[in-house]
């Protein structure tokens, strides 16, 4: 059946349906939700029942809890063939608009359109958001969840060592490099041995934040090692000329000590190891759970203040903070084609972009676990003084979960440390962060070729990126021949095939969407 005619039905579908009027029974639509790797939709959770109050939709659950991964439940749901009303989770954007394209989600811009005020207004008002949703035919196939917040992770320094040795807050890179240095030499921690472990991450993706100190870049997203984008045109980080420069100052740094020698392989953990056994000095990480750590090892490392401090200005004097939070995230709720209800199913989903829904999303049932304060939601005081994390506790009632909603940053500022607070101030009146990659959706014969390509050409990358900090290798011994071994292994392709879908998708006029943008 071509996808043209699953769309004339389902728009039948949608015309013979009748329009609900405040039944007494709820209207029951089946959901697929798999998040996290093992959390499923829960009919009990207390926003689940606040929802079916509110709106007369009870959603019933249909995810296995036995699958080992999201991915592999939404695998097994495609295979079992009877799909449910609505599928959801986090990293679906790609399975979205593959699966949309095919015919098994339908597109929502009609029924948006006609029945959603609340999603159109937002659309209408965030074309970004719309372009970066937006299929490679110009339709719609998916309501994403969308973080609010602008900052992630920023640089984060002993304040407490500076003082101690009489040194300034470093400014530039060659600044930051006597500092480096000078934990390494003085015994800031004051034990009477060289045991400081000057710069520490605890994912090495974040040790290539060093790299916008040469110009260079690590990532243009919130991805790892995500294409970038340079006046309009997607570039990869690791195959740019600065990027030798980077690696071979980075090299040198890691080679002198100033790098944990553990970097590739520390963990999760290396912030308690660092910070709570007063080696660390300095590493680049969120604000929030950063900042968090002064108070978690007030008594075991007396004076502890490992605080925010502005990027560094590069060696041409740029200051950037290259990582922020996504705009859109890949998560998110669709329509299957079987679904009898779509209208009722979109009339759900503009629900959570209603002042009511999206606080029921964010801070959960009002009474309950929050309260209504000169016109805006407060959690309760048991919510915010509970040993748990707020996050945590939202995510155990059904709120912030990757639905389809704006999520609203009062939620977490509510909660967030005063220092991660003022870190992020600082940030901001600084204006360092720099504009994203919005990422692309690929037609099937573009996703064909990248899928290909492309993991192999980032194994290379970083294999050689590993090899060349670890001293191992060496860049400019290796440069040309790695270089013209990305092209070998397809990265030009892969590059013109990012810019023809970015071109596609942000460049042409929203009306011609549908049809192919001039190059
Ligand atoms: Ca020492």
């Given at each position: 059946m071509t996808r043209a005619l699953i769309s004339f039905l389902a728009l039948l579908c949608l015309l013979v349906a009748p329009s609900r009027t405040q039944a007494a029974e709820p209207l029951d639509l089946t959901i697929h939700m798999h998040f996290r790797e093992k959390y499923t939709w829960r009919e009990d959770w207390p926003v689940a029942k606040e929802l079916t109050r509110l709106t007369g939709i009870r959603l019933r659950s249909v995810a296995s809890t036995a699958a080992a991964s999201s991915r592999e439940a939404f695998n097994l749901m495609l295979v079992a063939g009877a799909l449910p009303d609505i599928v959801a989770g986090d990293g679906l954007k790609a399975q979205f608009i593959r699966y949309g394209l095919e015919g098994a989600f339908i597109p929502l811009d009609t029924l948006i359109d006609e029945h959603a005020p609340h999603l159109r207004a937002y659309l209408a008002a965030n074309p970004d958001v719309r372009r970066a949703i937006t299929g490679p035919d110009g339709h719609v196939y998916f309501i994403p969840y969308l973080p609010d917040g602008t900052f992630a992770r920023g640089w984060f320094i002993r304040h407490d060592w500076l003082e101690k040795l009489g040194l300034a807050v470093p400014t530039t890179v060659d600044e930051l490099y006597e500092v480096l240095k000078a934990f390494r030499d003085r015994d800031p921690n004051g034990n009477g041995r060289r045991d400081e472990v000057p710069f520490f991450a605890r994912e090495s993706s974040e040790l290539g934040r060093l790299f916008t100190l040469w110009d260079a870049r690590s990532s243009g997203s919130e991805a790892n090692h995500d294409f970038f984008l340079d006046a309009g045109i997607v570039h990869h980080p690791y195959a740019e000329p600065n990027y030798r420069i980077a690696i071979r100052n980075v090299a040198k740094w890691y080679s002198e000590g100033l790098i944990d020698r553990e970097i590739f392989t520390r963990g999760a953990r290396a912030r308690e190891v660092m910070l709570g056994n007063n080696l660390g000095g300095m590493t680049h990480d969120w604000f929030a759970s950063t900042a968090g750590y002064n108070a978690v090892f007030a008594d075991r490392v007396p004076g502890l203040k490992f605080l925010a401090m502005p990027p560094p200005a590069s060696v041409s004097g740029r200051r950037i903070e290259e990582n922020r939070r996504a705009r859109v995230r890949a998560d998110g709720w669709a329509i299957s084609h079987t679904n009898t209800h779509a209208i009722e199913t979109i009339k759900l989903f503009d629900f959570y972009f209603s002042p009511e829904g999206r606080r029921l999303a964010n801070f959960g049932v009002e009474g309950v676990h929050y309260t209504m304060i000169g016109g805006a939601p407060r959690f309760k005081p048991e919510i915010l003084a509970a040993k748990k994390a707020v996050n945590t506790q939202m995510w155990e009632i059904g709120?912030?979960?990757?639905?389809?909603f704006p999520q609203d940053y009062a939620y977490e500022a509510q909660w967030t440390d005063p220092a991660a607070q003022s870190g992020i101030d600082m940030y901001a009146r600084g204006a360092y962060l720099i504009d994203d990659f919005p990422g692309v959706n690929l037609d099937a014969a573009e996703r064909r070729r990248v899928d290909r390509k492309w993991p192999q050409i980032v194994a290379v990358m970083l294999e050689y990126q590993q090899a060349w900090i670890l001293g191992a290798r060496n860049v400019d011994v290796d440069w040309d021949s790695y270089r013209a071994g990305l092209t070998r292994l397809g990265l030009d392709d892969v590059l013109a095939t990012m810019q023809k879908a970015y071109t596609r998708q942000y460049k042409a006029a929203p009306d011609a969407a549908t049809k192919d943008a001039p190059p």
């Open positions: 709120a912030q979960i990757p639905i389809g």
